[in-house]
């Protein structure tokens, strides 16, 4: 199965054109842009410029994969749309994962420990949300709805949430706003979510039969700005499970 996948919902944009088949995956392109330029101008050029690459033209798409956030929201609103506007022409199907599961993923398989990715979210806070693998799981289970919480408090608030002398790996790329981890906390790495392992996950869901609830709709994790009046410590967003 071909696969583009593409994530915008930080300030590194990722987008891979994957194979995918029962034997494993080959990645034809994978692609980094600089999302602080602006989603919208980068995008779509980016898209263009690797089917052009590889000679695979748009209708040779079998499935488009979207990271659904959260994160920014002109560059979520940017991807989805245009996974949307894409998969509408085409006639394909859409897959849209959550771009903390993204990152857990690629952290795993590790069956005996938990994973915390992190990404900014701005006005000195971070999301997060905790998740362990499966036995024979590709994709992480999202054990917490997303947490938005100020970086000094990620360690202490997931302490409270996971086993005594558990291991938890801090991920992804707003790691670098966290305090120094003390055990049981590490630090896994600052990348941001992969659009390989977008495409891997994204086919796995469409053969599970799972897509998610509306390829459309993305996992912002906080109102818009414009509506906020007043931010507590820690708080919980309903529904903001990937599942």
């Not at 005996?112 to 997060?128: G, K, L, S, Y």
């Not at 999202?142 to 086993?163: A, D, F, R």
């Not at 590490?186 to 979510?193: C, H, L, M, T």
């Not at 931010?231 to 529904?239: E, F, W």
Request: with cysteine.
């Amino acid at each position: 199965m071909l696969v583009l996948a593409f994530d915008t919902s930080g300030a590194v944009m990722t987008l891979a054109l994957v194979e995918v088949d029962h034997n494993g995956h080959r990645n034809l392109v994978d692609r980094c842009g600089d999302g602080k330029t602006g989603h919208s101008a980068l995008l779509a050029p980016m898209v263009a410029e690797v089917l052009n690459e590889t000679g695979v033209a748009a209708g040779d798409l079998e499935l488009i994969a979207c990271g659904r956030g959260p994160g920014s929201f002109t560059g979520l609103r940017t991807g989805l749309a245009l996974a949307k506007g894409l998969a509408m022409g085409i006639g394909r199907p859409v897959v849209g994962l959550g771009s903390l599961t993204i990152l857990a993923a690629a952290s795993g398989p590790l069956e005996t420990t938990f994973i915390a990715p992190v990404i900014d979210a701005r006005h000195r806070e971070v999301f997060t949300a905790l998740y362990r693998f499966e036995l024979g799981r590709l994709e992480p289970v999202q054990l917490t709805e997303i947490l938005v919480i100020e970086p000094g408090k990620v360690m202490g608030v997931l302490s409270s949430l996971v086993p005594l002398q558990a291991k938890v790996i801090l991920t992804g790329p707003g790691t670098n706003l966290l305090p120094e981890p003390v055990f049981p906390f590490e630090f896994g790495g600052e990348s941001a979510p992969s659009a390989e392992i977008l495409a891997i996950l994204a086919v796995q869901r469409l053969a599970d039969g799972q897509l998610s609830p509306s390829p459309a709709s993305p996992l912002y994790g906080r109102s818009p700005d414009i509506f906020k009046t007043w931010t507590p410590p820690v708080r919980l967003v309903a529904g903001t499970t990937d599942a």
